[in-house]
């Protein structure tokens, strides 16, 4: 999926600019159905060739400087998703599987294989697209086709393993390729923190019971803590209640059990962490779906900036000056505590 800005016509504003002139958007009334409400909700959506306009409706919408932006996706176009899914769910070997993904279009997805011969497999199926420039990281014009779509990667260029010489194959949501990989697949991915973990679990022993892939499932080591601790391990201060705070954590074998006095404070402290860089530039609102959210860049964001102990991040103290890792840390631990 990919954003466009697109160029509104300030005397017709139901106009966006393609290719040198004005063109209509399609307009379409959705009625949305919400339980326990009588009337539905009226929903005015615009349309361009690229797709619905999807900040419309969002309250900075009356800022001098909005502009509309245009949602290409191919979730949006028509695709044979429920035969890709019949025809997997009757798969008998690799070739079948492979077969059956060729028109599983969307969502991009991670499957695994294995049958009853021993033979395990890899492969990621979606229809991602060729762009005339960029990657997709970023919002493009929408008015001169510059960023337009050329066409999908085509399936064998796609993605796949098929009994790889160590044995095993580990898949969770980290990148399936590598920088360099062309054409380009996605310009996000999770930072691989967990497929780490579960490769450091397989290699650590040779045999494997259903207990053991259980551990494996069940696994509860905080995967962030290892990059964060060191830092705040280093911090001096003569506060007694923060020198026991940061002697809980030395000790802190940085599991999040349910019962752990650790885990608690290092969650209180990264929730600190977060607001004081973020709060000011995102705003109260912002910052907290910021904390929330389930893909965990808040915290990869944290671990970036943890690395230079003068980050422009780091918000200005009370006199003006900036201040160092260690002010900011200090300052999160305190307020952790409290």
């Known amino acids: 999926q990919d954003l466009y800005i697109e160029r509104q016509n300030p005397d017709h504003p139901d106009q966006y600019l393609a290719d040198g002139r004005w063109v209509d958007m399609e307009i379409v009334d959705e009625a949305i159905h919400v339980a326990d409400m009588d009337e539905p909700i009226s929903l005015r959506v615009r349309r361009t060739r690229h797709g619905p306009i999807i900040n419309d409706n969002l ?3 009356q800022r001098a ?3 509309p932006l245009a949602l290409r996706w191919v979730a949006l176009d028509p695709a044979p998703m429920v035969g890709a899914i019949l025809r997997l ?3 008998g070997n690799w070739d079948e599987f492979r077969r059956a993904l060729r028109t599983f279009y969307v969502p991009s997805q991670n499957f695994v294989y ?7 497999g890899y492969q990621m199926p979606g229809r991602v697209p060729l762009r005339r420039n960029g990657n997709g990281a970023t919002p493009v014009g929408g008015w001169d086709g510059s960023g337009e779509w050329m066409g999908y990667v085509p399936y064998e260029d796609l993605p796949y393993l098929y009994d790889p010489p160590g ?3 580990v898949t969770a949501n980290n990148a399936a390729v590598g920088p360099t990989y062309r054409p380009v697949i996605a310009a996000d991915w999770s930072p691989g923190h967990r ?3 579960i490769t450091a679990l397989i290699e650590s022993q040779e045999r494997w019971s259903p207990d053991d892939a259980r551990r494996v499932q069940l696994d509860d080591r905080v995967l962030h803590a290892p ?4 830092h705040l391990l280093n911090l001096s201060t003569a506060d007694p ?7 809980l954590l030395r000790r802190w074998d940085m599991r999040a059990r349910v019962d752990s006095v650790g885990a608690t404070l290092f969650e209180a402290l990264r929730i600190r962490l977060i607001r004081t860089l973020f709060d000011e530039a995102l705003g109260s609102d912002l910052c907290d779906h910021y904390i929330r959210s389930r893909s965990l860049v808040a915290m990869q964001a944290l671990v970036n900036i943890l690395q230079d102990e003068r980050a422009p991040w780091y918000p200005l103290g009370a006199d003006g000056a900036p201040r160092t890792r260690q002010d900011v840390l200090l300052e999160a631990l305190s307020r952790a505590v409290d």
Do not use: K
């Open 89 to 91: 769910n009757r798969a």
């Open 227 to 230: 990059e964060i601790l060191p």
């Open 241 to 247: 209640c923060l020198r026991q705070a940061l002697d």
């Open 65 to 67: 400087d909005w502009q």
């Open 195 to 197: 497929a780490q973990r």
């Open 59 to 61: 309250p900075w919408r």
């Open 167 to 169: 044995g095993y194959i």
């Open 114 to 120: 294995a049958d009853i011969e021993g033979h395990i």
